[in-house]
């Protein structure tokens, strides 16, 4: 967390980038799971969810996630992704050094528990905005504190689905 980094994450913000995507693209958005604390980490989310109807989750490398945003839901969007990963060896390659070999590892990275995450901070965070102090406030503490969040205490189930009370803290996702 820099000074200002926050409005990375405004609903102004979000809207400016759904404006100048092109048909049927989308929006990639990092966001980190250590340094924020959950209010932080939900208000993102909700304002997120607010201007894209769509929004997944990959997890990246230890403790990053990848927020994947679409204005609507396709189906087709793997068959695409597919054609994509093939017409692209340079992507590949540079996967291919984060381990990634085939599309199917990227697919393996896929927060499945996310989307109903996501509609729930919709429904019970707050929007960030540019005028709003909160994440700029809380980021610095939860910098300070080393705060961790951890992906079964944030969204209740583990990457099988099934609860993890109990489990072992892990910054370590996949």
């Known amino acids: 967390w820099v000074g200002g980094s926050d409005l990375l994450f405004t609903v102004e913000f979000f809207r400016a980038l759904e404006a100048r995507l092109a048909p049927g693209g989308?929006?990639?958005?990092?966001?980190?799971?250590?340094?924020?604390?959950?209010?932080?980490?939900?208000?993102?989310?909700?304002?997120?969810?607010?201007?894209?109807?769509?929004?997944?989750?990959?997890?990246?490398?230890?403790?990053?996630?990848l927020l994947v945003a679409r204005r609507e839901e396709t189906l087709a969007y793997e068959d695409r992704s597919r054609a994509r990963w093939d017409?692209?060896?340079?992507?590949?390659?540079?996967?291919?050094?984060?381990?990634?070999?085939?599309?199917?590892?990227?697919?393996?990275?896929?927060?499945?528990?996310f989307p109903p995450y996501a509609e729930r901070a919709l429904l019970s965070c707050p929007v960030h905005t540019a005028l709003d102090a909160r994440i700029a406030y809380r980021a610095s503490r939860?910098?300070?504190?080393?705060?961790?969040?951890?992906?079964?205490?944030?969204?209740?189930?583990?990457?099988?689905?099934?609860?993890?009370?109990?489990?072992?803290?892990?910054?370590?996702?996949?």
């Open 26 to 65: 989308i929006l990639m958005q990092w966001m980190h799971l250590y340094e924020v604390d959950a209010p932080s980490f939900c208000q993102v989310i909700a304002t997120l969810r607010t201007v894209f109807p769509s929004v997944e989750a990959y997890r990246g490398t230890q403790g990053d996630w």
């Open 87 to 113: 017409a692209h060896p340079d992507v590949q390659g540079s996967l291919a050094e984060l381990d990634i070999k085939s599309l199917d590892d990227v697919w393996k990275r896929r927060v499945r528990s």
């Open 142 to 174: 939860a910098l300070f504190d080393g705060t961790m969040l951890y992906e079964h205490e944030l969204l209740g189930v583990g990457a099988n689905g099934r609860t993890e009370q109990g489990a072992a803290k892990s910054s370590e996702f996949r």
